[in-house]
């Protein structure tokens, strides 16, 4: 089991940005498949993003694209979500998710590790 503790969100106006980070216990952060989702309040938690074992490939859910880069550094065993541009229907909580299955990798049901969420608020 790894434990993923997400940080850096907060409130900020449309337009602005920010940038969470998930670090994760363990030694084998690496060979996770990493993930980002989200979840507004009466929705269902939604992809945002996910990144592969190295970092050379990521895949992005369609309402964040061109707008949000996920990144991870496998020596700090942290894994990061840079947001652009954004917009008030970001506003949601943010969690991070660990050992991502393809080809569910899009899906919730493809993670098994979550962690606690932070709270992304977009207004003005």
């Known amino acids: 089991q790894v434990q993923l503790v997400e940080s850096g969100g907060g409130l900020v106006q449309p337009g602005g940005s920010l940038r969470l980070s998930c670090p994760a216990s363990?030694?084998?952060?690496?060979?996770?498949?990493m993930g980002w989702f989200r979840q507004a309040p009466g929705k269902e938690r939604e992809f945002v993003a996910a990144?592969?074992?190295?970092?050379?490939?990521?895949y992005y859910g369609d309402s964040v694209n061109g707008r949000f880069t996920i990144s991870r550094d496998n020596a700090k065993n942290t894994v990061y979500l840079q947001m652009n541009s954004l917009k008030p229907e970001d506003t949601a909580v943010y969690y991070c998710?660990?050992?991502?299955?393809?080809?569910?990798?899009?899906?919730?049901?493809?993670?098994?590790?979550w962690g606690q969420g932070t709270q992304v608020t977009v207004s003005s």
């Open positions: 998710a660990a050992d991502g299955r393809f080809p569910l990798i899009q899906s919730t049901r493809g993670y098994d590790n």
């Open positions: 363990g030694r084998t952060f690496s060979s996770y498949v």
């Open positions: 990144i592969s074992r190295s970092g050379g490939n990521s």
